[in-house]
């Protein structure tokens, strides 16, 4: 019997979220699968080569708010002149449009629901493509709370989505076997702290920060890493134990990650339309990555932290005074650093790209015997 080929939508690959998604699942496809025949398509300037990977040639739109249209419309030629393709995975509710028009048996995953607070009119766009989900076979959502939060707006959707977790690369994320500094390193990847309409209703880390310097000195090291943090941070330059290092590139993460022994990832509530609005956050690679990589991780009590952390981590409320009694606790406590640690690179293996892999099958395999599921 002829191998069905399944054509999964991929855009640019980056090291984290939409970006890595499809190539990390293709990779892992193609090493657990005997069963379909798989092909990525990206742009053409996207650094990931492989025998199976179709480059869309891209044009550049005038109009920002449209240049997505660059890669769409050619990936739709791209893809009705290639007749064998049986099966689209779309990667989110604009390539689902791309893989409607052609009529083919189709799965879409979502990540999130950030486009539907977008400014009018692009709100009210998305809303319809959000809306436009059901028209596929199968909506892949990368969270239980994502799935919740996406039948709680849209309740049309909830026979069609399933919950599939995203993954991490547990032989390329792991502990560093030379870790062995006198200091404690305490880090950071990105922030999402701001000033203004917020205040200081969940608290700011670099306060946390500084009063952790205060106490412990030359024990610690503060070590930033993150493209354009806040301002609040520079309070924290021109002391000797804090590390600015910026934007970290995609082959530096591994170092950056097995450099820290504590990691924090702080999520925020946020203001929209004078209202308090709770977290998307529905599924976030930087703490499982921390943990694979041999940090003890306190992360924000929101959202899908809960469900992908669990106890490979502290998961505690958003407050200064959390952070802070945390890190102390890690700090002075080097037994109980260390099961945080264990028990944090425990959890980032149950939850692999090979897993996340192994759960599409299950949906393919599906269409593949009903194209009318």
Request: aromatic share 12%.
């Amino acid at each position: 019997m002829k191998r069905k080929t399944i054509a999964i939508i991929g855009e640019s690959y980056i090291g984290t979220g939409k970006g890595l998604y499809p190539v990390e699942l293709f990779k892992a496809l193609n090493k657990i699968n005997k069963k379909y025949n798989f092909k990525l398509f990206l742009r053409d300037n996207t650094p990931f080569y492989d025998l199976n990977v179709v480059k869309v040639k891209t044009f550049k739109t005038k109009i920002r708010s449209f240049s997505g249209l660059g890669y769409h419309i050619p990936l739709f030629f791209k893809l009705r002149k290639d007749k064998s393709i049986d099966i689209i995975h779309a990667y989110d509710v604009k390539t689902n449009i791309v893989a409607l028009l052609l009529k083919k048996p189709r799965i879409v995953t979502e990540y999130d629901l950030y486009p539907i607070f977008y400014k009018f009119p692009l709100n009210h766009i998305f809303n319809v493509l959000y809306k436009l989900l059901n028209t596929a076979n199968f909506i892949v959502a990368v969270s239980n709370y994502l799935r919740t939060l996406l039948i709680k707006r849209y309740p049309h959707l909830s026979k069609k989505t399933v919950s599939i977790h995203l993954g991490v690369d547990t032989e390329r994320f792991k502990p560093s076997i030379k870790k062995t500094g006198k200091r404690i390193n305490i880090g950071i990847l990105g922030n999402l702290d701001e000033g203004g309409t917020l205040g200081d209703l969940d608290g700011k880390l670099w306060n946390v920060f500084e009063k952790i310097l205060k106490e412990y000195g030359e024990k610690v090291n503060i070590i930033l890493g993150g493209k354009d943090l806040p301002a609040g941070f520079d309070k924290l330059k021109g002391n000797p134990n804090v590390i600015f290092k910026g934007y970290i590139e995609e082959s530096e993460l591994v170092k950056h990650y097995q450099s820290i022994d504590i990691f924090i990832y702080k999520y925020n509530k946020y203001i929209y339309k004078h209202k308090l609005v709770e977290a998307t956050a529905t599924f976030e690679l930087i703490p499982l990555e921390a943990m694979a990589s041999g940090c003890a991780v306190i992360a924000s009590k929101l959202g899908a932290l809960l469900e992908v952390v669990k106890n490979g981590g502290m998961l505690i409320e958003n407050s200064e005074k959390n952070y802070y009694e945390s890190i102390k606790k890690l700090i002075e406590n080097k037994k109980f650093r260390q099961d945080i640690q264990k028990k944090g690179r425990k959890r980032a293996k149950e939850l692999t790209w090979d897993k996340c892999a192994k759960e599409h099958l299950k949906i393919y395999d599906k269409l593949n015997i009903n194209p009318k599921f």
